[in-house]
């Protein structure tokens, strides 16, 4: 998978938030501030949130 951006569901609040998949810093749920994803190697690290489909 090499899609730039991912459509992601906050665990918390269930708010869908289009994150890049490269993030290379924590990005934060927009509703509830929540932590949805977290850098590591390079990559965003999905801490808090679930893919709901990856975006071209
Ligand atoms: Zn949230």
């Known amino acids: 998978m090499a899609s730039k ?3 992601v569901s906050c665990r918390d609040c269930g708010a869908e ?3 890049f ?3 290379t810093s ?3 749920c927009t509703v509830c501030g929540a932590t ?3 850098p590591s190697g ?3 690290d999905l ?3 679930t893919v709901i489909e ?3």
């Open 5 to 7: 951006f991912l459509k």
């Open 17 to 19: 938030v289009v994150v």
């Open 21 to 23: 998949s490269k993030a």
């Open 26 to 28: 924590v990005i934060p």
């Open 36 to 38: 949805l994803t977290a």
């Open 42 to 44: 390079g990559k965003a």
């Open 47 to 49: 801490v808090g949130c």
């Open 54 to 56: 990856a975006l071209e």
